[in-house]
């Protein structure tokens, strides 16, 4: 059973730079490319990034590009998602999955990521 776990978001000022990470369990780690989206409040879920199984490949949506960093540490089954010049828009609850933009499956509960003025 494929098991994702978000963990370090938290309250964060505006243009902080916290870092994300995701470790998986219950899966060939470094078989799947992994992913990154974000639902704020009162919205859909929107893809942010996806990077390819051996890490090469990374795609970010236009609202992360230049600010977000996916990367992935296949010996550690971690995926992480560096956030840096936060802004007001980017509050969410962050989740990762297995897949990318197109598809993806195995959705973690998240880790809620709050800005503060």
């Known amino acids: 059973q494929v098991q994702v776990v978000e963990s370090g978001g938290g309250l964060v000022q505006a243009g902080g730079s916290p870092r994300l990470s995701c470790t998986a369990s219950g899966l060939t780690f470094n078989n799947y490319a992994m992913g990154w989206f974000r639902q704020a409040p009162g919205k859909g879920l929107e893809w942010v990034s996806d990077?390819?199984?051996?890490?090469?490949?990374?795609d970010y949506a236009d609202s992360g590009k230049g600010r977000f960093t996916i990367s992935r540490d296949n010996a550690e089954n971690t995926l992480y998602l560096q956030l840096n010049s936060l802004k007001t828009e980017d509050p969410a609850m962050y989740y990762c999955a297995k897949g990318g933009r197109t598809y993806f499956s195995d959705r973690g509960p998240g880790t809620q990521v709050t800005v503060s003025s």
């Open positions: 990077i390819s199984p051996g890490g090469n490949g990374r």
